[in-house]
């Protein structure tokens, strides 16, 4: 018998491939369609509840599924990011609706034969009991295998003597009902689809009857092992060490995951008495090794970091690519002209999402979309979508300075001098002198003219120059959120990677803080960002800037993302890290990021920490015989930590770190030791100023007599940072002198406390 | 880096005028500022004063690229223009060769222009002249010497060169660590 396509009862089924493009093809179909549909089919009063109430279902899936995306992405990009489909298939059984359908037209020719036959099987049920049912049964379906009367049996002894829900179900059910749940079992063994044969007459318990064989028969369309799941129990020792020999199915692993979550997320209820959630949380961290191939640590790493449910959804996001995204190179070209000339190439795109004008997502091509001509004219760069983000939140302005500290392979800075429109300076840095080849190449196919690109490494670059409007550092780092592009990284990194990378960025950061130029009228500030997702390479490396330098956390004006940690464990960050923005590859459909802009408020260095500890160290020394000890050590705390707070009040930028530093010192009653620290800070700044200054000299000494305008360009760049160099000299003298007003006052104002 | 020397100025732009005639002087006098040639590692780069300040903060051994590089001298003092100099030949040109979409992928892949392929040619090209490939959605594709002047070119058969490659885009992907 052949199937036939039924327009009004259609299969919803993933949006496939080409979903997109056949809409039409569809919308086409079923109007051929009805018209060879118009007599409708004659159905029984049965099918056509079934189908009231199959409909209805479909509803619920319908709007459940309707609901789903939201609940992945809170965002506007929800539009165009489409929840991860997964990569590895798991052998799921069909779909509700899929089974309904296949199986639909058998039914509708037997339900009337049957009814009869059902109705007399129900009666005789319904008189002898259950026994002579199943004789019945056998009797009746002569033609079913020997195998599967038996299987059933075994089922239901198995059923009956765990005492598991199916088996109290049953003994609550009334007699006729279980007669009619035997029956049906036994043919879905089968067919599967003699559901509702056998009927008695009376339609209440018809309906209860129906209810029933529904649930029963979505338990039995989702899963064969039932009964390993209704209770999900923890393995022995000694079937672990099993495990060990035999081969793993992943199957089986993947199933207890999910049951293993399902238990650890409502552990009270769920939990086997007597076992601890620490044994759930390592057969868990085990299983998550094996299903996902990751190793020990990195599991325990994104533990830490997500709750359980977003922890599955992120290792699957891992699985699956990102979408291929490109950036229009305004310079050359604008986007709609250029999707207008790629579309005409084949390419299925559209615009990545209301937050990037320049963005676009390329869903499939007939051509490598990284050699069209477009690509090599230079309209057009190919970019995660990610990579979009820290210049966007660095938001450069026409005619400034920036420096990208680690600019390979150009993506970036070319997204900043498109922002900039060719205007001011572009300083792109990358300690690998192999990969910045491709940064010339990327910046000379895109039209950049205003760049300078240059190999020092990092860390030495204020040594270089300094005084930038506004620095880029996309720091080298671990990759975790990367996993979807290079999953080495499951297996590869270990504890001292997180940490040797974490040091690294630490030193980076502050080279990039001292490059910035505090006093710019438009800029000043600096966007850190990485491509990895543990704290530890973000949030902690932010939060020691913020300790070691005058800088603050400000907006990054990227309104979606997820807020940066401001306690992780037994860590506490500043509250200003709510600022930051993560971004990951399960809820944003982009690469695992970390963003972070920050605003430099004062050219000052603020004292070290050995330097701070030699203080402490005097004022306890100076305080043993005077002060009560107790007190002094957390006020202490308290003007430490307020050093980077202070940053958020509305005090004088310049002052606000000389006060901070002098409240420090000021506390000791007697401030005789804090004398030679004052000072301390314009020396360390005048050093500074002799060494670029000295650094310069020498290099104007090194021009020959024949580049004399060079030299004279060079000398007025020269003037220009000593000039700069000279008001970071004066500043702190200025600090100096309102502090000793602000010590007096607090001097006096401490005698009136301590009066 | 340094400026050019005399005979090196003379030889990059008699090259240059092969392509953009006397619009050459438009390069050296903008109105936007004053611009520059500086020879570094044997290469010439053209750039703004501005930035050039800045670059001689950079020490010579970790500069790797000022502004736009035009192309380099060769071990025997000539010049060979790059295609990254196409960014400022493109939009001076004299003389012009469009392609067809059927040929653009030939010339991209570093082919000679066939007549098969030449959609249009700027009229009273002369033999030998310096010309800029576009496609015919006037992009920029590259630039090359005319093989055969336009008179000569209506009358060849379909698989006569009429323009010789020099350079295309597609160097940026095939040559990019010889750019700069």
């Given at each position: 018998?052949?199937?036939?396509?039924?327009?009004?009862?259609?299969?919803?089924?993933?949006?496939?491939?080409?979903?997109?493009?056949?809409?039409?093809?569809?919308?086409?179909?079923?109007?051929?369609?009805?018209?060879?549909?118009?007599?409708?089919?004659?159905l029984?009063?049965?099918?056509?509840?079934?189908?009231?109430?199959?409909?209805?279902?479909?509803?619920?899936?319908?709007?459940?599924?309707?609901?789903?995306p939201?609940?992945?992405?809170?965002?506007?990009?929800?539009?165009?990011?489409k929840?991860?489909?997964?990569?590895?298939?798991?052998?799921?059984?069909?779909?509700?609706?899929?089974?309904?359908?296949?199986?639909?037209?058998?039914?509708?020719?037997?339900?009337?034969?049957?009814?009869?036959?059902?109705?007399?099987?129900?009666?005789?049920?319904?008189?002898?009991?259950?026994?002579e049912?199943?004789?019945?049964?056998?009797?009746?379906?002569?033609?079913?295998?020997?195998?599967?009367?038996?299987?059933?049996?075994?089922?239901?002894?198995?059923?009956?003597?765990?005492?598991?829900?199916?088996?109290?179900?049953?003994?609550?059910?009334?007699?006729?009902?279980?007669?009619?749940?035997?029956?049906?079992?036994?043919?879905?063994a089968?067919?599967?689809?003699?559901?509702?044969?056998?009927?008695s007459?009376?339609?209440?318990?018809?309906?209860?009857?129906?209810?029933?064989?529904?649930?029963?028969?979505?338990?039995?369309?989702?899963?064969?092992?039932?009964?390993?799941?209704?209770?999900?129990?923890?393995?022995?020792?000694?079937?672990?060490?099993?495990?060990?020999?035999?081969?793993v199915?992943?199957?089986?692993?993947?199933?207890?995951?999910?049951?293993?979550?399902?238990?650890?997320?409502?552990?009270?209820?769920?939990?086997?008495?007597?076992?601890?959630?620490?044994?759930?949380?390592?057969?868990?961290?085990k299983?998550?090794?094996?299903?996902?191939?990751?190793n020990?640590?990195?599991?325990?790493?994104?533990?830490?970091?997500?709750?359980?449910?977003?922890?599955?959804?992120?290792?699957?996001?891992?699985?699956?690519?990102?979408?291929?995204?490109?950036?229009?190179?305004?310079?050359?070209?604008?986007?709609?002209?250029?999707?207008?000339?790629?579309?005409?190439?084949?390419?299925?795109l559209?615009?990545?999402?209301?937050?990037?004008?320049?963005?676009?997502?390329?869903?499939?091509?007939?051509?490598p979309?990284?050699?069209?001509?477009?690509?090599l004219?230079?309209?057009?760069?190919?970019?995660?979508?990610?990579?979009?983000?820290?210049?966007?939140?660095?938001?450069?302005?026409?005619?400034?300075?920036?420096?990208?500290?680690?600019?390979?392979?150009?993506?970036?800075?070319?997204?900043?001098?498109?922002?900039?429109?060719?205007?001011?300076?572009?300083?792109a840095?990358?300690?690998?002198?192999?990969?910045?080849?491709s940064?010339?190449?990327?910046?000379?196919?895109l039209?950049?003219?205003?760049?300078?690109?240059?190999?020092?490494?990092?860390?030495?670059?204020?040594?270089?120059?300094?005084?930038?409007?506004?620095?880029?550092?996309?720091?080298?780092?671990?990759?975790?959120?990367?996993?979807?592009?290079?999953?080495?990284?499951?297996?590869?990194?270990?504890?001292?990677?997180?940490?040797?990378?974490?040091?690294?960025?630490?030193?980076?950061?502050?080279?990039?803080?001292?490059?910035?130029?505090?006093?710019?009228?438009?800029?000043?500030?600096?966007?850190?960002?990485?491509?990895?997702?543990?704290?530890?390479?973000?949030?902690?490396?932010?939060?020691?800037?913020?300790?070691?330098?005058?800088?603050?956390?400000?907006?990054?004006?990227?309104?979606?993302?997820?807020e940066?940690?401001?306690?992780?464990?037994?860590?506490?960050?500043?509250?200003?890290?709510?600022?930051?923005?993560?971004?990951?590859?399960?809820?944003?459909?982009?690469?695992?990021?970390?963003?972070?802009?920050?605003?430099?408020?004062?050219?000052?260095?603020?004292?070290?920490?050995?330097?701070?500890?030699?203080?402490?160290?005097?004022?306890?020394?100076?305080?043993?015989?005077?002060?009560?000890?107790?007190?002094?050590?957390?006020?202490?705390?308290?003007?430490?930590?307020?050093?980077?707070?202070?940053?958020?009040?509305?005090?004088?930028?310049?002052?606000a770190?000389?006060?901070?530093?002098?409240?420090?010192?000021?506390?000791?009653?007697?401030?005789?030791?804090?004398?030679?620290?004052?000072?301390?800070?314009?020396?360390?700044?005048?050093?500074?100023?002799?060494?670029?200054?000295?650094?310069?000299?020498?290099?104007?000494?090194?021009?020959?007599?024949?580049?004399?305008?060079?030299?004279?360009?060079?000398?007025?760049?020269?003037?220009?940072?000593?000039?700069?160099?000279?008001?970071?000299?004066?500043?702190?003298?200025?600090?100096?002198?309102?502090?000793?007003?602000?010590?007096?006052?607090?001097?006096?104002?401490?005698?009136?406390?301590?009066? | 880096?340094?400026?050019?020397?005399?005979?090196?100025?003379?030889?990059?732009?008699?090259?240059?005028?092969?392509?953009?005639?006397?619009?050459?002087?438009?390069l050296?006098?903008?109105?936007?500022?004053?611009?520059c040639?500086?020879?570094?590692?044997d290469?010439?780069?053209?750039?703004?004063?501005?930035?050039?300040?800045?670059?001689?903060?950079?020490?010579?051994?970790?500069?790797?690229?000022?502004?736009?590089?035009?192309?380099?001298?060769?071990?025997?003092?000539?010049?060979?223009?790059?295609?990254?100099?196409?960014?400022?030949?493109?939009?001076?040109?004299k003389?012009?060769?469009?392609?067809?979409?059927?040929a653009?992928?030939?010339?991209?892949?570093?082919?000679?222009?066939?007549?098969?392929?030449?959609?249009?040619?700027?009229?009273?090209?002369?033999?030998?002249?310096?010309?800029?490939?576009?496609?015919?959605?006037?992009?920029?594709?590259?630039?090359?010497?005319?093989?055969?002047?336009?008179?000569e070119?209506?009358?060849?058969?379909p698989?006569t060169?009429?323009?010789?490659?020099?350079?295309?885009?597609?160097?940026?992907?095939r040559?990019?660590?010889?750019?700069?």
């Open positions: 018998m052949g199937r036939k396509l039924d327009p009004t009862n259609k299969v919803k089924r993933g949006p496939g491939r080409k979903a997109r493009k056949q809409k039409g093809a569809e919308t086409e179909l079923a109007k051929f369609l009805t018209d060879e549909e118009s007599g409708p089919k004659r029984s009063s049965r099918a056509r509840k079934r189908a009231v109430k199959r409909s209805q279902d479909s509803k619920n899936i319908k709007d459940v599924a309707k609901e789903q939201k609940k992945g992405f809170t965002d506007e990009n929800n539009e165009w990011l929840p991860a489909k997964r990569k590895r298939k798991i052998d799921q059984p069909e779909s509700e609706d899929d089974s309904d359908d296949q199986w639909e037209e058998e039914e509708e020719e037997e339900v009337e034969e049957e009814e009869e036959g059902g109705n007399k099987i129900g009666k005789k049920g319904a008189s002898l009991g259950i026994e049912v199943d004789d019945d049964d056998d009797d009746d379906d002569d033609d079913d295998d020997e195998e599967m009367v038996d299987d059933y049996g075994a089922l239901e002894d198995s059923s009956d003597e765990e005492g598991a829900e199916e088996g109290s179900d049953g003994e609550d059910l009334l007699p006729i009902e279980r007669a009619a749940k035997k029956q049906k079992k036994l043919k879905e089968m067919t599967q689809e003699s559901e509702e044969d056998d009927d007459g009376d339609d209440d318990e018809d309906e209860e009857g129906e209810n029933a064989d529904a649930d029963m028969d979505e338990e039995d369309t989702v899963q064969a092992n039932i009964d390993e799941m209704d209770q999900f129990r923890l393995p022995g020792a000694e079937e672990r060490e099993k495990e060990g020999v035999l081969p199915d992943l199957q089986t692993i993947h199933q207890r995951i999910k049951d293993n979550i399902d238990v650890l997320s409502h552990f009270a209820t769920k939990r086997e008495a007597g076992r601890e959630r620490s044994e759930y949380v390592s057969l868990l961290k299983d998550l090794c094996t299903y996902y191939s990751y020990n640590f990195l599991i325990e790493k994104l533990m830490d970091i997500f709750p359980l449910s977003e922890l599955i959804d992120f290792l699957e996001a891992n699985e699956i690519q990102r979408p291929v995204t490109i950036r229009t190179n305004t310079l050359k070209t604008r986007r709609r002209d250029l999707a207008q000339a790629l579309i005409n190439r084949g390419v299925n559209d615009p990545i999402g209301k937050w990037s004008k320049v963005g676009l997502v390329i869903y499939d091509s007939s051509v979309i990284g050699a069209t001509p477009e690509y004219a230079g309209q057009y760069m190919l970019q995660g979508a990610s990579s979009f983000l820290p210049v966007m939140a660095l938001s450069p302005q026409e005619g400034e300075s920036v420096l990208d500290m680690s600019s390979a392979p150009g993506g970036k800075t070319t997204y900043i001098a498109q922002l900039m429109r060719n205007t001011g300076v572009i300083v840095n990358d300690a690998n002198a192999d990969r910045l080849k940064v010339v190449g990327n910046i000379h196919r039209g950049v003219t205003n760049t300078v690109v240059c190999n020092y490494d990092g860390r030495k670059f204020p040594k270089v120059m300094g005084g930038f409007d506004r620095v880029l550092l996309d720091a080298p780092c671990s990759g975790t959120g990367v996993i979807s592009k290079d999953p080495a990284v499951k297996t590869s990194k270990d504890e001292a990677d997180i940490q040797r990378s974490a040091h690294l960025q630490k030193e980076l950061i502050l080279a990039a803080i001292d490059s910035v130029n505090a006093e710019s009228p438009t800029g000043g500030y600096l966007v850190y960002c990485t491509c990895s997702i543990t704290v530890e390479e973000n949030e902690w490396v932010v939060d020691y800037a913020l300790k070691k330098r005058n800088v603050k956390l400000v907006p990054t004006g990227l309104d979606f993302g997820k940066g940690f401001t306690r992780f464990k037994e860590r506490r960050f500043h509250p200003s890290l709510r600022l930051s923005r993560r971004f990951y590859p399960h809820s944003h459909n982009m690469d695992g990021f970390f963003v972070a802009k920050l605003k430099k408020f004062s050219n000052t260095v603020p004292a070290t920490a050995e330097e701070k500890e030699e203080q402490d160290a005097d004022t306890s020394e100076a305080t043993v015989a005077t002060d009560n000890p107790a007190e002094k050590p957390s006020k202490e705390e308290k003007t430490k930590k307020s050093v980077p707070g202070k940053a958020g009040t509305s005090q004088d930028k310049a002052q770190n000389g006060t901070a530093a002098k409240k420090t010192t000021n506390i000791q009653p007697k401030g005789k030791k804090d004398l030679p620290t004052g000072p301390k800070k314009p020396k360390i700044a005048k050093i500074d100023g002799e060494t670029v200054k000295g650094a310069e000299g020498k290099k104007s000494t090194i021009k020959t007599a024949g580049e004399s305008k060079e030299s004279g360009a060079g000398k007025k760049g020269g003037s220009r940072f000593e000039k700069k160099l000279d008001q970071k000299r004066k500043s702190p003298k200025k600090n100096n002198r309102l502090g000793k007003n602000k010590f007096k006052k607090l001097k006096k104002m401490l005698e009136r406390e301590d009066a | 880096m340094r400026p050019l020397t005399d005979e090196e100025t003379k030889t990059m732009f008699e090259k240059l005028s092969k392509y953009i005639g006397e619009n050459i002087k438009l050296v006098d903008r109105p936007d500022g004053t611009y040639f500086r020879l570094h590692n290469r010439v780069y053209y750039m703004s004063e501005k930035i050039l300040k800045l670059a001689t903060n950079i020490s010579r051994d970790k500069l790797v690229s000022v502004g736009t590089c035009f192309g380099k001298f060769t071990k025997t003092h000539k010049f060979r223009l790059h295609i990254t100099a196409l960014d400022f030949l493109a939009p001076y040109a003389f012009k060769v469009w392609v067809k979409p059927g653009e992928q030939s010339f991209l892949y570093g082919n000679h222009v066939l007549k098969s392929g030449l959609g249009r040619i700027t009229d009273n090209t002369m033999q030998y002249q310096g010309v800029v490939v576009y496609s015919m959605a006037d992009v920029p594709l590259g630039f090359g010497v005319a093989a055969k002047s336009t008179q070119c209506r009358r060849v058969d698989m060169i009429v323009v010789f490659h020099q350079a295309d885009v597609g160097e940026f992907i040559s990019e660590d010889t750019l700069t």
